[in-house]
């Protein structure tokens, strides 16, 4: 009994202080650091400091290294279990957790959606900052005072669309959340874009495929509808503006198109296969390979660029930078909705920022309004939920 | 600092221990000093720094209270001091920690209540401070007042102050208990055993203790958290949810419970049991001698007698029952929805009582009784875990098929029944329903459950890696 008994704190001692020890003398001899160990001692304890040691110590860790690769890869290959940002889907279609999340939770009317948050006083008044609508209505009446109009545009999720995808025995096609929030805006007198409707619309009409399986963006087909809704309302806001603007690329009679467009192939590796953090993930999942249409200036032939001088100010996320910033480059919704108005747009693009950060870059970057008519501001609808930073009421200079 | 995270098991215990295990006791200590008073008192200093590891400011409150309980200690404990003024100590002592727990615990409560009734009298409303809440403040306070009364009752005080703050800061049981009675640990303070027999053993806890946070409660806790996130689920989800819950629950604070007996006893304490296979219970009865013990036995010896038990009428047996109940609701949070959870108990307590400690359903089979038990409590953890009030009856709603489920609710599925989930939760259920039950298990040496034991604890060392951030349950109380 001895034996086991000595043989029981061994292991202990083996696991807790062998493990340290390891770490310490792996950072001193292959390193040649100091053990991190020694720099709790060098920081005066408060929480801050605390918990990034405590973080620091995770991420230097020799077996967490070693620990963790391994064994996500023996979870995924033995259970198929994925981390927890990703959802594995019907026919390898993939999902972003907070995506579906955004759908199945209370919305924005629900007070449950206001769990853990705080009222903040603005101007006298108590608002919580989790309200989408507090920042829109701030955000559209700061604009009014200088003239300019808001189009605010949610653009619909991967499983708003493609829900099937996700669970193959879901009944129909039920409604997205934002539809209400939609209608919510409607009322306050907002202009807003339903992309909801040609979305599905399109799809239902045998489109091709408007998501990527593997990613939580839309296709450059998805992209496109997109495009051509919000330009077909960004005409109908500003009829006054100059004729090409009015008349659009398809009136071939008057119309002296500023831009050409070209066919090329884009290969999408997918971001939420990067979330699943599946060490074999690249093998697991092949790039998807999607036709897009790069759009360049008629002119130099050089790719799409914006114009800081224009009437209509964009803001958005990822979104609004696939396809745009990234490969092929120049063939995005915003280039697609300036070929669409024959004219550029200037643009403000933060991924995952478009709740909140989108105008502190604004706020930052005041000479971008002058000479604005209209700001188009684009977000993904889990935004209303999952926001980064929530949707804080923001100074305009 | 919790338990699971490396910084806790692979720096904190280790150097802890060694350190302890250096301290050297004194074999023949001075009239009213303990023989282990210098390790009490490095045991209150890790204390310390154990919880400083949450929020640093946090341990003012904490020290405050070990700082007052000590002196009204003390001055209770003297022989000279008349009656009248050792009731009016402890009323003083007893308002001061009930406050300093209102003020942390209950103070936004309070605040948004009485905003609430302002607003349905016309009257304008106010902001709402808010307050911090600094984990574990109920447990410590709990064990804190249990130190006043037992010297109000008779017991001796402890003369160090080491030795007093040992007891109320006590890293193993500090923010999530075991809730200490000063009665139980009195002795062990002064002198307890070090032996190899008990500390290994009590590595056997923590190995088992760990093993059921990371591997049973962690990953039934996510199927619970996104049903109850969900709007309005389907019937058989929101079911699947609850159960997932009561899965977690019972691992978490287990898990944590067998884990601070555990490592109590590395440091040569015996701290009570804190669970006795609960979902056994074949009635509601049954159920609070075995969930939360430590809890329930405090409620009971000092606040049930106090009130003056079932010794003064059959109605004020009654009341007595319902307030204790309604009050442990009310100590686990600073919510309506736990003074309701609290309150069914309380009225399923009376009705047994009522029929000679007996469910109605007492003549049934003893399987069909654990049943019926079993979903009771099931119920009423909706109360628990729901977000408030308006969203537990919502959640039941769900359950029993009324209203409609939210239009993406389908998409649940999708989260809650991959095979790995139906995998966790059917090793959960069996964890469950086999007989053996961890503090058993541990307790009785041999190489075959070492190695089951010492197994689990490495394969949950190395999932510990892949799981996010997961605090106990327990010490949102």
């Known amino acids: 009994m001895r034996k ?106 629900d007070d449950r959606f206001y769990k853990g948050t705080f009222d903040t006083l603005i101007a006298g008044k108590r608002v919580n900052v989790r309200n989408p609508l507090v920042a829109m209505e701030d955000f559209r009446a700061r604009l009014k005072a200088r003239g300019i109009e808001l189009l605010l545009v949610p653009i619909p999720g991967k499983p708003s669309v493609y829900p099937e995808k996700l669970y193959h025995g879901i009944h129909g096609q039920p409604a997205s959340p934002t539809l209400a929030l939609l209608e919510d805006l409607g009322r306050r007198g907002f202009n807003v874009v339903d992309l909801f409707s040609p979305m599905l619309k399109a799809k239902a009409g045998g489109a091709p495929q408007l998501y990527l399986k593997r990613d939580t963006h839309w296709t450059p087909q998805g992209m496109e509808v997109a495009a051509e809704a919000l330009a077909t309302r960004i005409r109908s806001m500003l009829p006054d503006a100059d004729t090409a603007m009015v008349l659009g690329p398809q009136d071939s009679t008057v119309f002296t198109p500023r831009y050409l467009i070209k066919d090329t192939t884009v290969e999408r590796w997918g971001d939420i296969a990067e979330m699943t953090k599946v060490p074999d993930r690249k093998k697991i999942w092949p790039n998807e390979s999607v036709k897009a249409e790069r759009i360049s200036d008629a002119v130099t032939g050089l790719p799409y660029k914006d114009d800081p001088a224009s009437p209509i100010l964009w803001l958005g996320d990822s979104f609004s930078r696939i396809y745009q910033t990234d490969a092929p480059g120049a063939a995005g919704i915003i280039a697609h909705v300036a070929y669409r108005l024959n004219r550029p747009l200037a643009s403000i693009v933060n991924d995952g920022g478009a709740s909140t950060v989108v105008r502190q870059q604004l706020a930052r970057r005041g000479e971008m309004l002058e000479g604005k008519k209209l700001v188009v501001w684009t977000f993904v609808e889990r935004d209303l939920r999952f926001g980064s930073k929530g949707w804080q009421v923001e100074e305009l200079p | 600092m919790v338990f699971t995270e490396d910084v806790f098991l692979f720096y904190f215990l280790p150097f802890v221990l060694l350190v302890y295990y250096l301290i050297p006791y004194q074999a023949d200590p001075a009239p009213g000093k303990s023989r282990y008073w210098m390790r009490n008192l490095w045991l ?228 009570i049991r804190n669970f006795n296979a609960p979902y056994h219970a074949d009635s509601i009865t049954d159920f609070w001698r075995r969930w939360h013990i430590s809890l329930s036995t405090w409620l009971r010896e000092y606040l049930y007698i106090s009130l003056g038990g079932n010794r003064k009428g059959e109605a004020r047996t009654y009341i007595n029952l319902a307030l204790v109940m309604l009050l442990g609701g009310f100590w686990h949070g600073s919510q309506w929805q736990f003074i309701f959870w ?136």
């Open chain 2, 44 to 271: 209150t200093v890790v204390g310390y720094v154990f919880y400083s590891w949450f929020e640093p400011w946090f341990v003012l409150p904490m020290m405050f209270t070990n700082v007052a309980d000590y002196l009204f200690g003390l001055y209770l404990g003297r022989d000279d001091v008349p009656k009248a003024r050792r009731k009016l100590v402890l009323i003083i002592s007893m308002c001061m920690n009930l406050g300093l727990l209102g003020i942390f615990k209950y103070g936004v409560f309070t605040q948004e209540n009485l905003n609430h009734l302002l607003a349905a009298v016309g009257q304008d409303t106010f902001s709402v401070l808010q307050i911090a809440f600094p984990i574990g403040i109920s447990f410590y306070t709990f064990h804190s007042m249990s130190y006043i009364i037992d010297i109000y009752r008779g017991e001796r005080p402890v003369k160090s102050f080491a030795d007093f703050s040992c007891f109320v800061s006590l890293f193993p049981q500090l923010v999530a208990g075991p809730i200490l009675r000063y009665n139980v640990l009195s002795q062990q303070l002064h002198s307890r055993m070090h032996s190899l027999s008990l500390f290994s053993r009590g590595v056997m806890l923590f190995f088992l203790g760990f093993a059921m946070k990371i591997l049973l409660a962690n990953p039934v806790g996510r199927i619970a958290d996104a049903a109850f996130a969900a709007q309005h689920p389907h019937a058989l989800d929101a079911w699947w949810g609850v159960l997932a819950y009561a899965f977690q629950i019972y691992f978490d604070f287990n898990g944590y419970s067998v884990m601070a007996l555990g490592l109590g006893m590395m440091f040569g304490f015996e701290l």
């Open chain 2, 342 to 477: 609290g309150g069914i108990h309380g009225t399923m307590l009376g009705i047994e009582r009522w029929s000679g400690k007996k469910p109605f359903y007492a003549n049934s089979p003893r399987w069909m009784r654990v049943s019926v038990t079993f979903l009771v409590v099931l119920i009423t953890w909706v109360f628990f875990r729901a977000d408030g009030l308006p969203h537990a009856f919502s959640y039941l709603g769900s359950m029993f098929g009324a209203g409609r489920p939210g239009p993406f609710a389908d998409l649940l599925k999708a989260e809650i029944y991959h095979s790995h989930d139906l995998i966790n939760m059917l090793i959960c259920a069996i964890a469950i329903a086999q007989p053996v039950q961890s503090y058993e298990f541990g307790k009785q040496l041999s190489w075959g459950r070492f190695a089951v034991a010492f197994s689990l604890f490495l394969v949950a060392v190395v999932m510990m890696y892949t799981q996010a951030f997961n605090p106990f349950l327990y010490f949102q109380f």
């Open chain 1, 4 to 109: 086991l008994e000595w043989t029981l704190v061994s292991a202990l001692l083996a696991v807790t202080a062998g493990f340290p020890l390891y770490q310490a003398a792996h950072e001193a001899i292959v390193d040649k650091e100091m053990p991190h160990v020694f720099n709790l001692f060098l920081r005066s304890p408060t929480k801050e400091n605390l918990h990034r040691w405590d973080d620091n110590a995770k991420d230097r860790s020799v077996f967490a290294k070693w620990l963790r690769p391994v064994t996500l890869q023996f979870r995924y290959d033995v259970l198929g279990e994925m981390a927890p940002k990703s959802l594995k889907g019907e026919e390898d279609w993939l999902f972003y957790n907070q995506d579906v999340d955004y759908l199945l939770q209370p919305p924005y009317t």
